[in-house]
C-alpha cells in the first residue's frame, strides 16, 4: 500500500503562486491515477485535479482551469501542483489521493495524504 505525504503549502497573496508536491511510498507508485483535493472551513472535500498513470490525461475542476497544473515524476514518486494566479477562494488544505481512475470523486481513490494549509490572502 502506498503512503503519500504532502508539503509545500503556505501563505501568499492574492495573484501569487506556490508548488505543492505529494511524495509517495513504496514502489508501486506509477501504478495510480493521482489527484488533488482541497478542503476549506466547513465545506465539502472539493475535486481539484487528477493526472493519470504515465502523466498523458489530466483532468480539472473549471475553478482551477488555466491556473492550476497537475504534474507527475514516476521516477521520484512524486506529484506535483503548480498554482499560480492564487484567488483568496483557494485557501483550504489540500490533500493528494491515489486511486485508478482520473475521477472526481472522492470515493474512488483508496489512499490519502494528511493535507496542507493553503491560504491565500487578498
Same mark, same amino acid.
Given at each position: 500500500? %502506498? =503512503? +503519500?505525504? !504532502?508539503?509545500?503549502?503556505? +501563505?501568499? =497573496?492574492?495573484?501569487?503562486?506556490?508548488? +505543492?508536491?505529494? &511524495? &509517495?511510498?513504496?514502489?508501486?507508485?506509477?501504478?495510480?491515477?493521482?489527484?488533488?483535493?482541497?478542503?476549506?472551513?466547513?465545506? !465539502?472535500?472539493?475535486? %481539484?485535479?487528477?493526472?493519470?498513470?504515465?502523466?498523458?490525461?489530466?483532468?480539472?475542476?473549471?475553478? %482551477?482551469?488555466?491556473?492550476?497544473?497537475?504534474?507527475?515524476?514516476?521516477?521520484?514518486?512524486?506529484?506535483?501542483? =503548480?498554482?499560480?494566479? +492564487?484567488?483568496? !477562494?483557494?485557501?483550504? %488544505?489540500?490533500?493528494?489521493?491515489?486511486?485508478?481512475?482520473?475521477?472526481?470523486?472522492?470515493? !474512488?481513490?483508496?489512499?490519502?495524504?494528511?493535507?496542507? =494549509?493553503?491560504?491565500?490572502?487578498?
Amino acid at each position: 500500500q %502506498v =503512503q +503519500l505525504v !504532502e508539503s509545500g503549502g503556505g +501563505l501568499v =497573496q492574492a495573484g501569487g503562486s506556490l508548488r +505543492l508536491s505529494c &511524495a &509517495a511510498s513504496g514502489r508501486t507508485f506509477s501504478s495510480y491515477t493521482m489527484a488533488w483535493f482541497r478542503q476549506a472551513p466547513g465545506k !465539502e472535500r472539493e475535486f %481539484v485535479a487528477a493526472i493519470s498513470r504515465g502523466g498523458g490525461s489530466t483532468n480539472y475542476a473549471d475553478s %482551477v482551469k488555466g491556473r492550476f497544473t497537475i504534474s507527475r515524476d514516476n521516477a521520484k514518486n512524486t506529484v506535483y501542483l =503548480q498554482m499560480n494566479s +492564487l484567488k483568496p !477562494e483557494d485557501t483550504a %488544505v489540500y490533500y493528494c489521493a491515489a486511486g485508478w481512475s482520473t475521477s472526481a470523486r472522492p470515493y !474512488e481513490y483508496h489512499t490519502w495524504g494528511q493535507g496542507t =494549509q493553503v491560504t491565500v490572502s487578498s
